[in-house]
């Protein structure tokens, strides 16, 4: 579904990624782990069209899509939620899953805005309630709801429990445990390394900007240099 080939990607004279390549297949929960730093937020934004490589290609279906500008990705099937949830705070939970439709089909909004408060009831009880004020975890789920408010076929998720509690933490890998088990083929940035292997049906570590290692969640569970670095074991 995904094809990342030899990507290169500069800020200036630093090499934020060094001729990485990765694949997510269709269906898939693929997990993308490494230290701050290592690439894995450029990679999101290069496929996203917020950054372009210098060299390499990005494919998303057969098509070559690193030349389109970031306003045609979604069109393509790809949504991205960066990290820190950047929902519009003050606008209510209904208008940013709204904001969230702008290039999917018109006539299917209230069709995607049912499916998403299906999805997630408590953004449905609290669809006219400002969304500064609700808390770190519901904030998660709208800015996961308006996501999937184009329809997407692959979602890219940036660091999602990132700075939350533990027990929201738990409700967020189920939030995106269920996706998966929606059809949606999931492409996951994430520090908490041991939840998202459960999860995942494949993963990648980037190390200094580089691949380090690859390899089904269940081999990468087993690597030593996996174990020690992300898993405490």
Do not use: C
């Not at 080939?5 to 390549?21: H, I, K, N, P, Q």
């Not at 099937?77 to 950047?86: D, F, K, M, N, Q």
């Not at 994430?190 to 990648?204: I, P, R, S, V």
């Amino acid at each position: 579904m995904l094809e990342v080939e030899d990507l290169t990607v500069t800020y200036g004279d630093l090499t934020a990624l060094r001729d990485v390549s990765l694949s997510v297949e269709e269906g898939s929960l693929t997990v993308l782990l490494g230290p701050n730093g290592a690439g894995k937020t450029t990679l999101l934004k290069t496929v996203s069209g917020l950054l372009s490589p210098v060299s390499g290609t990005v494919s998303f279906e057969g098509e070559v899509i690193q030349d389109l500008p970031p306003y045609e990705i979604p069109t393509r099937g790809i949504a991205h939620v960066p990290e820190g949830s950047r929902i519009f705070r003050e606008m209510t939970v209904r208008e940013n899953l709204v904001v969230g439709s702008h290039l999917g089909e018109a006539d299917r909004v209230e069709e995607t805005l049912n499916w998403v408060f299906d999805l997630f009831p408590v953004l449905s009880e609290r669809q006219e309630q400002i969304a500064s004020t609700l808390s770190g975890g519901e904030q998660q789920m709208l800015a996961l709801g308006r996501g999937l408010m184009t329809n997407p076929r692959l979602l890219m998720l940036d660091e999602p429990s990132l700075g939350l509690a533990p027990s929201i933490v738990k409700d967020v890998f189920e939030m995106i445990e269920s996706l998966h088990e929606e059809g949606i083929t999931v492409l996951l940035v994430e520090q908490n390394a041991m939840q998202a292997l459960k999860l995942a049906d494949y993963g990648y570590v980037l190390e200094s900007a580089e691949l380090a290692v690859e390899g089904t969640a269940a081999e990468l569970r087993e690597m030593d240099e996996v174990r020690q670095a992300y898993l405490g074991q």
